[in-house]
Structure formats: structure tokens, C-alpha cells
Antibody
Framework: QVQLQESGPGLVKPSETLSLTCTVS??????????WSWIRQPPGKGLEWIGY???????TYNPSLKSRVAMSVDTSKNQFSLKLSSVTAADTAMYYC????????????WGQGTLVSVSS | EIVMTQSPATLSVSPGERVTLSCRAS??????LAWYQQKPGQAPRLLIY???TRATGIPARFSGSGSGTEFTLTISSLQSEDFAVYYC??????????FGGGTKVDIK
């Protein structure tokens, strides 16, 4: 059974960097079969894809966030991570990590999500 | 960027009724269209991909159709556990992968 679990601070100050980690169990991030994505959802709103990382470390990001986003993978810990810099209140959202199939396009397993609020 | 538009925003339905949800793309996405279901307090769940293929474990009452720019998700007989928000997502042209704004199916 594939499971993903997000972790990280629930509160980040404006202009600082949001850092989250996703721990994967039941599968290995060191696989050429899947990509590993981050998706966010502001309270009461829809879904926004942030980007994905491949086991090799290669990444693809949403152009709207590309200048502020960095993703990485740690195969030794079976984790992947998200960093979002220069956050504002508009970055307040539930952040989900997801296993991504079909060459990085379909989200077949999701974490439960972690709420990150940006406030001073 | 391909913009996905869903209608209606909210649909009030009685259990047992047939439900049809619509999703429109701003340009053709061929059949590269997925549907997700999200219940309150939960992560989304993949229902349909390739516009019409049910994901593993998804009941047969869920069906998808369409191609190009117009897509439909149909629930043949709404069950109590189907009250949720449904999102469409295109994966024909990325980045970015984009979602529709969602349709909430609630109890009439």
C-alpha cells in the first residue's frame, strides 16, 4: 500500500521560505516509473500544480511559480521536498504531495495534505 | 496555459439520480483529461483518466466521455458517498498541468 505523508512547519512568516518534506512508504522514490509532485489548494479554492521531481533529480515546475520553487529528492530517506521562497499570504494553502504516473501527468496516490499559513 | 472551466459550480442532487458534470478546455486536449473526486477534509482521488478509463477500484457508476475541448463525467445513480467536489485536469500540454475550478455535488 503506497502512502505519502507531508511534514513541515504550519506557519511561515511573509518573505521567508516554506519548506516541506514528503515521506513515501510502500514504494521507492528511486524509480523510473513515477514522478513525485506537489500540489496546493488555498482554503475553499481549487487545485494548483506546483511541479514535480524525478528520481534523477530533474524537475519541472509551474511557470507561475518557477522563480520561487525548488524541489529535490532524497533516495536514502525515501523522501522528496519542496521549497517555496519569498512567501506571501497568497501562498497560504493546503499542500499535498502525490505520486505521479503517466510520465508525470496523473496523480494516483496523494498524501493527506498539510496546511501552511503565511502570517507574521 | 490551457484553462479548464467546469460547470455548474454547484449541483444539488437527490440520491439515486443521474448526474452529469461538464468540463471545457480552452483549446483541444485530445483525450488527455482526468477527473478527481475530493471529499471534505480529504485529498483528491483519481477517478477517470484518458477521458473515459476508470482508475483502479472506481465503481462502474462513474463514467467519462468527450474529447477535444468538451468532456463529461456521469454518475449513473448517485450514492451518499458520492457527495463531493469533482475536478477535471488536463495533461495534454504542460507545464503547467491545470485543473478546473471544480463542481460541488451536494444533497438536494
Amino acid at each position: 500500500q503506497v502512502q505519502l505523508q507531508e511534514s513541515g512547519p504550519g506557519l511561515v512568516k511573509p518573505s521567508e521560505t516554506l519548506s516541506l518534506t514528503c515521506t513515501v512508504s510502500g514504494d521507492s522514490v528511486y524509480t523510473n516509473s513515477f514522478y513525485w509532485s506537489w500540489i496546493r489548494q488555498p482554503p475553499g479554492k481549487g487545485l494548483e500544480w506546483i511541479g514535480y521531481v524525478y528520481y534523477s533529480g530533474s524537475t519541472t515546475y509551474n511557470p507561475s511559480l518557477k522563480s520561487r520553487v525548488a524541489m529535490s529528492v532524497d533516495t536514502s530517506k525515501n523522501q522528496f521536498s519542496l521549497k517555496l521562497s519569498s512567501v506571501t499570504a497568497a501562498d497560504t494553502a493546503m499542500y499535498y504531495c502525490a505520486r505521479t504516473a503517466n510520465w508525470g501527468t496523473l496523480f494516483d496516490y496523494w498524501g493527506q495534505g498539510t496546511l501552511v499559513s503565511v502570517s507574521s | 496555459e490551457i484553462v479548464m472551466t467546469q460547470s455548474p459550480a454547484t449541483l444539488s442532487v437527490s440520491p439515486g439520480e443521474r448526474v452529469t458534470l461538464s468540463c471545457r478546455a480552452s483549446q483541444s486536449v485530445s483525450s488527455s483529461l482526468a477527473w478527481y473526486q475530493q471529499k471534505p477534509g480529504q485529498a483528491p482521488r483519481l477517478l477517470i483518466y484518458g477521458a473515459s478509463t476508470r482508475a483502479t477500484g472506481i465503481p462502474a457508476r462513474f463514467s467519462g466521455s468527450g474529447s477535444g475541448t468538451e468532456f463529461t463525467l456521469t454518475i449513473s445513480s448517485l450514492q451518499s458517498e458520492d457527495f463531493a467536489v469533482y475536478y477535471c485536469q488536463q495533461y495534454h500540454n504542460w507545464p503547467p498541468l491545470t485543473f478546473g475550478g471544480g463542481t460541488k455535488v451536494d444533497i438536494k
